[in-house]
């Protein structure tokens, strides 16, 4: 059985790991000439722990990747929620860069022979399993996954109706050196509030040792502090404790709007849809990615072993989809609501993705590891 797939982002990746895992010759096609991730840093609950467990990333993602002692909220200088994670708490939640990430998974996916083309731009896909890329080749494959992010050309050329909604905020996301913000509480990732006299967020996230991700939230309407380069100044009176850092951004970052994208279906025949092309979500729950390689790595395991894929892909979405509508729905209700400014709430509402044993994983193997870390 062969792949075809538009995109080498994290669920492109995945989907091919775990097809080659099972047998599957895999083909991954991306439009950019150099394999990298885009963006700053990147959380990754024990979800997405355990799907880089069963594609063979684990061990060299947990190197060097942070794992903050606590998880705290402060609104206007008060604590207002701490819960502390990792180790032998039952929260489990790793923090890294986005490269630091996307590296471990890229060269599993050389090790087990999958081939990656650059500079290859997929443009459309038919349901009888056709790619088709911007050079005017038609690939056949028996499968073919559209994982080529928010504004899929792949997942558009179906059809398929897209509903997309944008909210209230967005954020600067900004990678910068920890400038002495180190040991003691600066270890924990902990996440700031201000509502007076403006709303700012800025989610404080040890990424490795010498670097800090800063999720920098501010409302649509306040061009003044959404606007880059960033006016450190804004910043630094509403924050006064991260000036350092803040100062050291510099022209540094990128604004996006916070959105969610949902669609009727995530498959038409023979092509499937995953990742952001089909389920993009704020960031408010740190799930895009979780979410996203969960269902990479469940699409190979209910296609493997049947021919039958149209039907596979259907039994694929019924099994997965509940769970990626719910955390998608709760984090557009954070986004919408702000309710992360009174603190987060630690429940099964918020993080019954972040528990989850993703389809296709050994968790017996996976536990056994955690626990000797």
């Excluded at 179906?158 to 996301?173: E, H």
């Excluded at 380069?229 to 100062?247: N, V, Y």
Aim: glycine residues 8%.
């Amino acid at each position: 059985m062969h792949a075809e797939i538009a995109g080498a982002g994290f669920a492109g990746l995945t989907a091919a790991i775990a097809l080659r895992r099972r047998g599957w010759t895999v083909r991954v096609h991306e439009k950019d000439p150099e394999l990298r991730a885009f963006g700053a840093g990147i959380y990754i609950w024990e979800n997405g722990l355990r799907v880089l467990h069963a594609i063979g990333a684990y061990d060299d993602v947990l190197r060097g990747a942070h794992q903050a002692p606590a998880y705290e909220s402060r609104r206007d200088g008060e604590m207002v929620s701490f819960q502390p994670v990792n180790g032998a708490h039952p929260y489990c939640v790793l923090t890294m860069t986005r490269q630091h990430l996307y590296a471990p998974i890229l060269a599993s996916a050389q090790r087990e022979g999958v081939e990656i083309v650059t500079s290859s731009e997929a443009t459309a896909a038919e349901p009888d399993g056709i790619l088709c890329l911007a050079d005017g080749r038609r690939l056949k494959a028996d499968l073919v996954i559209a994982a080529d992010g928010v504004r899929s050309p792949t997942r558009d050329s179906l059809g398929l109706p897209v509903a997309r909604r944008r909210y209230q905020d967005g954020i600067i996301r900004v990678l910068v050196e920890r400038s002495g913000l180190a040991g003691g509480a600066w270890d924990h990732v902990i996440d700031f509030w201000a509502f007076s006299p403006r709303v700012l967020r800025i989610l404080y996230t040890p990424c490795e040792d010498d670097l800090l991700y800063f999720a920098m939230m501010a409302p649509l309407e306040d061009a003044a502090a959404n606007t880059l380069p960033l006016d450190p100044a804004i910043w630094t009176k509403a924050f006064p404790m991260l000036a350092p850092a803040i100062d050291a951004i510099g022209a540094r970052g990128r604004y996006d709007v916070y959105e969610t994208t949902r669609l009727d279906r995530w498959s038409v025949g023979r092509v499937a849809i995953v990742g952001d092309s089909a389920h993009a979500m704020p960031p408010t729950l740190a799930q895009g990615a979780g979410c996203a390689m969960m269902n990479a790595l469940s699409l190979a395991e209910i296609v493997s072993g049947t021919t039958d894929i149209p039907d596979a892909l259907q039994r694929w979405e019924s099994r997965e989809r509940a769970l990626t509508d719910h955390t998608q729905a709760r984090a557009a209700e954070l986004a919408h609501t702000r309710e992360l400014g009174s603190g987060m709430k630690w429940d099964d509402v918020g993080l019954r993705a972040a528990h989850h044993i993703p389809t296709g994983s050994n968790p017996d193997g996976f536990a056994r590891r955690h626990e000797r870390r």
